[in-house]
């Protein structure tokens, strides 16, 4: 594989560059160069900025309002993106639910919901992972009932989500549901859409190590969901699960996010002291673990690029999906294990007090910079990365199942 950019593949990155130099807006850049997280509020304005460029999905098909764009170039997007510190863009919109609408949805459900997750007017959330239903996830027990009266066919829902992301905030959530309790626990699985505002949701918050609301409960209780919202046929949903965790697997791997932060972790060697008085790039041990993850990221992003590609020609995500997960998720660790050692005594414990470091216009030492105030959230916000989304014993069961025929 030919790593170097061909003259139109830079021409597109310089395209790129200036448009998130003209465009990103001062005060979440400012953010994102002093180590502070990013609000929802900032993640809606991006994504709505993205959209009038005609840049809201870059992997969607161009018929349902995507880019177009080959794998090479939303490589160099995500990229871009993640040098500059831009918002994220979120995922359970536009990469996880959007392609299972796109495959497996009705015309009247393409019609309607596709639009408003690409023009940020929907924020959607996921609910998967039940207490006792995270990595076996066919366990499930949220049932759903249909039933018929004047208002029309419905389902009845009741029962418990657990480890969702930013539902707080969500104007839907995709569920899966039992709605058959015969045969293969699989196949008594339905996929629903439910909107948010629906009596009977409750939200709960968890509290995470990092000190945020990252992640909640969601309860329903006797909540009623028209069966028009479901997609695809009913137990059929576990099929049309699986196909949504490939392609949130792959999204894990997060290329673009890593290369930035290895970026920041070199820049921070150079700067801090190692106990024999010179900078921690000059230590051939932390050396050797700096180069040794950047291998590896390396190597992952070329699996990335031929994951991508291979999308791009209407193949689901396969294993190999499970093969980023899994490097994906140990890299980003790995590089907020090194910055935390790096910065030795100044790892600040707690998000909230790096934060308010953050918000300094001065460095607080010559090695301290205030973007490295929020480095210690990082790490721990990350310990979760090898758990969601399919934990890594379940990501080499898969690997071994399918690949290696074990």
Same mark, same amino acid.
């Given at each position: 594989?030919?790593?170097?950019?061909?003259?139109? =593949?830079?021409?597109?990155?310089?395209?790129?560059?200036?448009?998130?130099?003209?465009?990103?807006?001062?005060?979440?850049?400012? +953010?994102?160069?002093?180590? &502070?997280?990013?609000?929802?509020?900032?993640?809606?304005?991006?994504? $709505?900025?993205?959209?009038?460029? #005609?840049? #809201?999905?870059?992997?969607?098909?161009?018929?349902?309002?995507?880019?177009?764009?080959?794998?090479?170039?939303?490589?160099?997007?995500?990229?871009?993106?993640?040098?500059?510190?831009?918002? %994220?863009?979120?995922?359970?919109?536009? /990469? %996880?639910?959007?392609?299972?609408?796109?495959?497996?949805?009705?015309?009247?459900?393409?019609?309607?919901?596709?639009?408003?997750?690409?023009?940020?007017?929907?924020?959607?959330?996921?609910?998967?992972?039940?207490?006792?239903?995270?990595?076996?996830?066919?366990? *499930?027990?949220?049932?759903?009932?249909?039933?018929?009266?004047?208002?029309?066919?419905?389902?009845?829902?009741?029962?418990? /989500?657990?480890?969702?992301?930013?539902?707080?905030?969500?104007?839907?959530?995709?569920?899966?549901?039992?709605?058959?309790?015969?045969?293969?626990?699989?196949?008594?699985?339905?996929?629903?859409?439910?909107?948010?505002?629906?009596?009977?949701?409750?939200? $709960?918050?968890?509290?995470? *190590?990092?000190? =945020?609301?990252?992640?909640?409960?969601?309860?329903?209780?006797?909540?009623?969901?028209?069966?028009?919202?479901?997609?695809?046929?009913?137990?059929?949903?576990?099929?049309?699960?699986?196909?949504?965790?490939?392609? =949130?697997?792959?999204?894990?791997?997060?290329?673009?996010?890593?290369?930035?932060? !290895?970026?920041?972790?070199?820049?921070?060697? +150079?700067?801090? !002291?190692?106990?024999?008085?010179?900078?921690?790039?000059?230590?051939?041990?932390?050396?050797?673990?700096?180069?040794?993850?950047?291998?590896? !990221?390396?190597? !992952?992003?070329?699996?990335?690029?031929?994951?991508?590609?291979?999308?791009?020609? &209407?193949?689901?995500?396969?294993?190999?999906?499970?093969?980023?997960?899994?490097?994906?998720?140990?890299?980003? &660790?790995?590089?907020?294990?090194?910055?935390?050692?790096?910065?030795?005594?100044?790892? *600040?414990?707690?998000?909230?007090? #790096? &934060?308010?470091?953050?918000?300094?216009?001065?460095? *607080?030492?010559?090695?301290?910079?205030?973007?490295?105030?929020?480095?210690?959230?990082?790490?721990?916000?990350? +310990?979760?990365?090898?758990?969601?989304?399919?934990?890594? =014993?379940?990501?080499?069961?898969?690997?071994?199942?399918?690949?290696?025929?074990?």
């Amino acid at each position: 594989m030919n790593l170097d950019y061909s003259p139109e =593949e830079q021409k597109f990155r310089d395209e790129v560059r200036s448009f998130i130099n003209a465009k990103l807006p001062a005060d979440i850049r400012d +953010r994102a160069q002093t180590g &502070q997280r990013g609000s929802h509020e900032d993640i809606i304005r991006w994504q $709505k900025i993205l959209f009038e460029k #005609g840049w #809201g999905a870059s992997s969607w098909p161009e018929e349902f309002g995507g880019t177009g764009w080959n794998a090479v170039q939303r490589h160099i997007f995500d990229d871009e993106c993640a040098e500059a510190g831009t918002p %994220m863009q979120l995922p359970f919109g536009l /990469k %996880m639910v959007a392609p299972v609408i796109m495959r497996f949805g009705n015309a009247a459900q393409k019609a309607y919901y596709l639009p408003r997750i690409i023009s940020a007017q929907d924020w959607w959330c996921q609910g998967y992972s039940e207490p006792g239903a995270g990595s076996d996830l066919a366990s *499930l027990k949220t049932r759903a009932v249909r039933g018929t009266d004047a208002e029309g066919e419905h389902y009845i829902v009741n029962g418990q /989500k657990t480890w969702n992301t930013l539902g707080q905030y969500a104007d839907w959530i995709f569920c899966l549901v039992r709605t058959s309790t015969e045969g293969r626990q699989q196949e008594g699985i339905s996929f629903l859409l439910i909107n948010m505002k629906t009596p009977g949701i409750t939200v $709960k918050p968890i509290i995470m *190590l990092d000190g =945020e609301h990252e992640v909640n409960e969601v309860w329903f209780d006797n909540v009623r969901v028209p069966v028009e919202n479901r997609i695809g046929e009913e137990n059929k949903g576990w099929t049309y699960a699986k196909f949504l965790l490939g392609h =949130e697997r792959t999204g894990i791997a997060g290329v673009g996010r890593s290369k930035s932060a !290895l970026r920041r972790l070199k820049a921070l060697a +150079r700067r801090q !002291l190692g106990d024999n008085g010179k900078p921690l790039i000059e230590d051939s041990r932390f050396r050797d673990r700096i180069a040794q993850v950047e291998m590896e !990221l390396m190597a !992952l992003e070329i699996t990335n690029l031929k994951v991508i590609s291979a999308e791009g020609k &209407q193949h689901a995500p396969g294993p190999e999906a499970s093969m980023l997960k899994i490097k994906g998720s140990e890299i980003q &660790q790995m590089l907020t294990e090194l910055c935390m050692q790096a910065l030795g005594p100044y790892a *600040l414990p707690w998000l909230h007090d #790096g &934060q308010d470091l953050a918000g300094s216009s001065q460095p *607080l030492t010559e090695a301290f910079a205030p973007r490295d105030a929020g480095i210690s959230g990082s790490y721990f916000n990350v +310990r979760k990365t090898t758990i969601y989304g399919g934990s890594t =014993e379940v990501q080499k069961n898969i690997i071994s199942q399918m690949i290696l025929g074990l």
